[in-house]
């Protein structure tokens, strides 16, 4: 299937947001939003994605 991936079109195979952290190569600590709509890490295993959707990960930064 085909999203937007933090700006930028991908084709992947994975069902759910977990898969796709994964997929994508996302580890450790991060935020997901599907469609502008927060998804906690919590419910990431159950958010299934579909064709079309968009979808941004940001990794917090650390500051000094």
């Known amino acids: 299937m085909k999203i937007v991936l933090n700006?930028?079109?991908r084709e992947v195979?994975?069902?759910t947001l977990a898969d796709l952290l994964q997929?994508?190569?996302f580890s450790g600590?991060?935020?997901a939003?599907?469609?502008e709509g927060f998804v906690p890490s919590s419910l990431r295993k159950a958010?299934?994605?579909k064709d079309g959707d968009r979808i941004e990960v940001v990794a917090p930064m650390q500051g000094g």
């Open 7 to 9: 700006g930028e079109m």
């Open 13 to 15: 195979q994975a069902e």
């Open 23 to 25: 997929e994508c190569g």
């Open 29 to 31: 600590r991060v935020a």
């Open 33 to 35: 939003a599907v469609n």
């Open 47 to 49: 958010r299934k994605i």
